[in-house]
């Protein structure tokens, strides 16, 4: 059984950093796409970014590229956000996904495994 657990999440000024983290666990993840969404209060959940465990080959949303980054470390079995010139918009709930198949996908229906979610609030 796949387990993700997201920590790292907080409170922060407008223009702060914050990494985020997804330990995952239950299976050798070599053939896995993770990914991560966010959920604003009365949103839909909407994609960040994901990373291909095998390779690290990444993508991320145009709203936050240039300032978010998906990273990996393959020992720790952990995926990783970091989120730097946070703005208030990009208050939510953040969560981490994960694809055994290897689906490279954007949307939320494209992932079977989720963690709990980390709230993540921008203050301006």
């Known amino acids: 059984q796949v387990q993700l657990v997201e920590s790292g999440g907080g409170l922060v000024q407008a223009g702060g950093s914050l990494r985020l983290s997804c330990a995952a666990s239950g299976r050798t993840f070599t053939n896995y796409v993770m990914g991560w969404f966010r959920q604003a209060p009365g949103k839909e959940r909407e994609f960040v970014a994901l990373?291909?465990?095998?390779?690290?080959?990444?993508y991320c949303a145009d709203s936050v590229k240039g300032r978010f980054t998906i990273s990996r470390d393959n020992a720790k079995n952990t995926v990783y956000l970091q989120m730097n010139s946070l703005k208030p918009e990009d208050t939510a709930v953040y969560y981490c996904?994960?694809?055994?198949?290897?689906?490279?996908?954007?949307?939320?229906?494209?992932?079977?495994?989720w963690g709990q979610g980390t709230q993540v609030t921008v203050s301006s």
């Open positions: 990373i291909r465990w095998s390779g690290g080959s990444t």
């Open positions: 996904a994960a694809n055994g198949i290897g689906l490279v996908s954007t949307s939320r229906h494209g992932y079977d495994y």
